[in-house]
């Protein structure tokens, strides 16, 4: 895997491959954006990024052009400075433990007699907070910040305050969400939030199409009674990769899936048999789709009706039908398909398996199930049914 960040799962060359694709075709930047499944905020920005960029690599031998270019350097400047005002001016309004850690943080590339001065501090004030003792409860903090860094590791940086908590309850550390929510702030730790995707139904075909019997009813009393099904698809280096998963709808439990590099029938057919050999379901289970060419095929319906599935199709064009596995789908991406650069097909298998296998389903904490994991949550019914 390569670098992290908010746009990590985009390449640099897919980016400027988007890029060059604006300023050579006449489509609008709407259009394009849907097209390859980013927002449209996200490729205006990119946009304005390679446009300020080009401008500021002069200097430009054209004169107004060079002219911009200064003129933006400076507003640059100016931003920076007013921003830095605004920064010691806030933290001016509390202690200086925060400007203090700032300037330590900084010393190597801005001189702490300087970082002092910006900020309106004393340079003797740095140093004796620099040598103090820390207190009993800094240090307590300092054991409980280290506590909650691992587990935002584990969480693959996608557990907010409220989910922390809990995992931190869980494990015998009593703490309250105001003061996780506090050290998380004050530390950078962020959870990524949730983006859109792109759907990749096929429903122009000619293959039978199941009556909407689910009809957005995604409430179960046990394991085993809906699955639903959905393909989506990921970009990597070398191309697009796809992926669909059969989800347990009681417990959100993954409870198949498989990735292919083509969107073949063979990808729908391989998740639902790993769902069927793990699960062994009984007959009578609701199996929900959309209407893609994959599920209406000869092999998949056998399969499936064979099995004693009732088929069950979205309605044409609702994106309501499949809510749930599509906010399934949304979390796998948000949580790390979009933050991770893959450039082989293995690589993303690996990390998918990974992902599923190690963390969503054994510790994955979801809000609808009391904030606990799929696993969790399906063993607990299961010693209350027996």
């Known amino acids: 895997m390569g670098g992290r960040g908010r746009h990590a799962g985009v390449t640099p060359e897919f980016r400027a491959e988007t890029v060059r694709l604006v300023e050579t075709s006449c489509r609008p ?9 980013i927002g449209k905020s996200t490729l205006t920005r990119w946009l304005t990024q390679h446009r300020e960029a080009a401008l500021l690599s002069g200097p430009h031998s054209d004169t107004s052009r060079e002219l911009a270019r200064l003129r933006k350097g400076n507003e640059i400047l100016r931003q920076e400075r007013d921003l830095l005002k605004k920064a010691a001016a806030f933290f001016g309004e509390g202690d200086h433990e925060v400007m203090f850690r700032v300037i330590d943080t900084e ?16 340079v003797s004030g740095y ?20 506590h909650i860094r691992s587990q935002f590791s584990t969480s693959h940086e996608t557990y907010a305050s409220p989910r922390m908590t809990v995992e931190l309850q869980e494990d015998g550390i ?6 996780v929510a506090r050290l998380m702030r004050d530390n950078g730790l962020k959870a990524l939030q949730k983006r859109r995707y792109k759907k990749t139904t096929d429903s122009d075909h000619g293959g039978p199409v199941a009556p909407n019997i689910l009809d957005q009813d995604f409430e179960a009393t046990a394991p085993d009674q809906k699955w639903g099904v959905d393909i989506s698809y ?4 070398e191309g697009w990769l796809y992926l669909t ?32 050999a793990i699960r062994r379901p009984p007959r009578g289970v609701i199996h929900h789709s959309d209407r893609g060419s994959q599920y209406c095929s000869d092999a998949y319906q056998t399969l499936s009706t064979g099995n004693g599935f009732i088929l069950s199709m979205s309605g044409k064009g609702n994106c309501y039908d499949n809510t749930m596995v599509e906010t399934v789908f949304k979390t796998i991406k948000s949580e790390l398909i979009w933050r991770t650069i893959f450039k082989t097909r293995l690589q993303a298998e690996t990390a998918i398996s990974g992902y599923i296998d190690g963390f969503y389903n054994p510790r994955g904490r979801h809000f609808a199930l009391g904030d606990m994991s799929p696993i969790k949550f399906e063993s607990i019914s299961l010693k209350l049914a027996s």
């Open 29 to 37: 930047v709407g259009k394009i954006a849907e097209d390859l499944g």
């Open 107 to 122: 010393k190597v590339s801005i001189p702490v007699h300087r970082s002092c001065a910006l900020f309106g501090l004393s």
């Open 234 to 237: 990921i970009w990597m280096a």
């Open 127 to 146: 140093y004796a907070w620099k040598g103090r003792t820390l207190s009993r409860r800094q240090k307590d903090e300092m054991v409980l910040l280290a």
């Open 245 to 276: 998963i059969v989800l347990d709808l009681y417990s959100r439990c993954i409870i198949g899936w498989a990735v292919s590099d083509r969107m073949k029938k063979d990808l729908a057919l391989d998740a639902l048999k790993r769902a069927i």
């Open 174 to 179: 009593q703490v309250g969400r105001h003061r």
